[in-house]
């Protein structure tokens, strides 16, 4: 056992050096505590003793209390749950503090209550200033919106509401968005302009726009949004990032996560979180993948990997690609048509040989590559790089993110070629509802969200909630990972393929760190690991499953520091 050794080391050094025990003496000690420890080879512990940043040794009260001395702070937890931080598998961090200040329209039920928020917001609003929500999913509306193609309603409603500001809203896919007339105009769209590869401008039969554009499309508008952005002076865009980033951080930290991953991120942001961390500015740990850059740029990834910069606050060692859409927008790249239309099979957003060549350079760099596929077609495909670049390469821990659609014949693969699965569990209760509508019924049971057999198979797997795509929150994630039943409903998705309550935990915990090759410095409460640490007012472990629901955060512990304290209630 682990902790025994790590305790009989502390005892003979205390015997044996009497004068000098107080350097050794921890600094803060967690006693009365449930711990879930995350570690198998020491999986519950009553107590966790902290020196500096680092975990000291966990175990029984009674033991470590001998380790303390006058100046070690005692925290009773009263019994309360605890366990490692959790450890968020894949958001999007800049786009959860922008989410924080913009228009968030996840909880929205209706078009009606979308385009009353965007004119309530337009009241405030500086002339030419750009309106940006995200959130809207037509498929949770509960009233029709009037005339739609494809479900999507017509921009005419929001365009009344906002004549003079442009308006950007993006589907809660992130992979689509709805446009206002100012700004279809200021983009230079008209029904004769063409669909860029990879994308689609969506029209009604006579060729109307609608106002959605989906995938490669959204460039077109976000190309004068960019441009608005970056005519910004450079200290404006620093001080716009910055307090977007302590946004998401604060955020993190009030849902129990002390470690983010972050799905994709620009050469300029990264050197902004870099520069945040080393000045002690980031409140929590961030592992960021580098968006792929264009190929003229490639040389720029040279200047990593940046592994634990500030005090293991940075990490940049993964490249992310995009290679389809998503399920909801029909952006998924299937093997076979879509059910519900006939004939598509979705999306192919990047050329195969681009990820081919992101794949070398990650192989020339010694990064992670982490390719975002949803469809069966696109998850073959990338297996078939992995299989094609890393033939003689063990422990490369390449990412498929979300995996979310697989061919039954390619789950083994996984394991076969080390690739990690990149789920989000609580991707799979939020789409329930149209999944079998899209798939079929047989596709769905056999190979959507099927983390059951891809875990059955041996392979990694890791988990996140692609906030703010989802809310951050880890809870309704933990709570999707182990009914797969959508707690407003009821409806339950192919249950065959729940997680045990431990997997869960670890998913979000231990797996996530090795995702990430950071599971020597967190993921568990182990000696000599960070002492990220997040206590529940419910224990996760062996609470009945509707409680996961119900469960505070009541501290969280980012390298030995308190980083959130719940008020009292
Ligand atoms: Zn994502």
């Known amino acids: 056992m682990k902790h025994l050794y790590t305790l009989a080391i502390f005892a003979l050094f205390l015997g044996s050096c009497a004068e000098t025990p107080k350097s050794k003496a921890p600094d803060l000690l967690f006693v009365n505590g449930n711990f879930f420890t995350a570690d198998s080879l020491n999986p519950q512990a009553t107590a966790v003793a902290i020196l500096g940043d680092r975990i000291l040794a966990v175990g029984k009260e009674e033991d470590l209390k001998k380790l303390a001395d006058k100046n070690t702070q005692i925290i009773d937890l009263q019994g309360a749950f605890a366990m490692p931080g959790f450890i968020e598998g894949h958001g999007h961090f800049n786009g959860l503090g922008m989410s924080l200040q913009n228009l968030n329209l996840i909880n929205t039920k209706s078009w009606a209550e979308i385009t009353g928020m965007v004119a309530e917001k337009i009241k405030s609003a500086k002339p030419g200033e750009w309106i940006e929500g995200r959130g809207w999913h037509q498929e949770k509306w509960s009233e029709s919106p009037g005339a739609t193609v494809n479900g999507y309603p017509f921009h005419y409603d929001l365009s009344a509401a906002s004549p003079n500001n442009p308006v950007v809203l993006y589907h809660a896919s992130g992979h689509g968005l709805m446009a206002n007339a100012k700004a279809i105009e200021l983009a230079g769209i008209?029904?004769?302009?063409?669909?860029?590869?990879?994308?689609r401008i969506v029209r009604d039969s006579r060729g109307k726009l609608t106002g959605v554009f989906e995938e490669n499309a959204m460039g077109l508008i976000e190309k004068p949004f960019l441009a608005w952005k970056n005519l910004r002076p450079e200290a404006e865009q620093i001080a716009a990032f910055e307090k977007a980033t302590l946004l998401a951080a604060k955020e993190c930290l009030a849902n129990g996560i002390t470690s983010f991953q972050d799905a994709g991120s620009n050469f300029w942001e990264l050197d902004q979180y870099r520069r945040m961390a080393e000045a002690g500015q980031l409140p929590i740990r961030l592992w960021a993948m580098a968006s792929q850059p264009a190929?003229?740029?490639?040389?720029?990834?040279?200047?990593?990997p940046q592994i634990g910069l500030g005090n293991q606050h940075f990490t940049c060692r993964a490249l992310k690609c995009y290679f389809d859409g998503a399920l909801g927008s029909y952006g998924a790249w299937l093997l076979a048509p879509y059910d519900d239309k006939p004939g598509f099979v979705g999306q192919n957003t990047t050329p195969l040989d681009t990820v081919v060549r992101m794949a070398q350079a990650c192989s020339e760099y010694g990064l992670q590559l982490c390719v975002h596929a949803i469809g069966d077609r696109a998850n073959r495909e990338v297996l078939n790089v992995v299989e094609k670049e890393m033939a003689t390469k063990k422990d490369h821990r390449w990412r498929i993110e979300h995996a979310q659609h697989i061919d039954p014949q390619d789950i083994p693969r996984f394991e076969q070629l080390g690739v990690i699965a990149s789920m989000q569990a609580i991707h799979c209760t939020s789409d329930a509802p149209f999944v079998v509508k899209r798939l079929g019924a047989e596709r769905a049971r056999t190979g959507a969200y099927a983390w059951r057999s891809i875990l059955d198979s041996g392979a990694h797997l890791?988990?996140?909630?692609?906030?703010?795509?989802?809310a951050v929150d880890p809870l309704p994630c933990l709570y999707a990972s182990v009914t797969r039943r959508r707690a407003d409903t009821g409806l339950e998705f192919f249950t065959e393929q729940k997680m045990t309550r431990e997997e869960a935990l670890r998913s979000y915990t231990i797996w996530n760190s090795w995702a990430a090759f950071e599971e020597k410095e967190k993921g568990s409460l182990t000696p000599g690991k960070l002492a990220?640490?997040?206590?529940?007012?419910?224990?996760?472990?062996?609470?009945?499953?509707?409680?996961?629901?119900?469960?505070?955060?009541?501290?969280?512990?980012v390298g030995g520091k308190l980083k959130y304290q719940a008020e009292k209630k």
Request: with cysteine; aromatic share 2%; proline share 7%.
């Open 295 to 304: 190929a003229h740029d490639l040389p720029k990834l040279a200047k990593y």
């Open 532 to 557: 990220d640490i997040v206590v529940l007012s419910k224990d996760l472990l062996r609470c009945a499953p509707e409680e996961i629901l119900q469960a505070r955060v009541l501290k969280t512990v």
């Open 190 to 199: 008209s029904s004769e302009t063409s669909d860029p590869i990879g994308g």
């Open 462 to 470: 890791a988990n996140g909630t692609d906030a703010p795509v989802e």
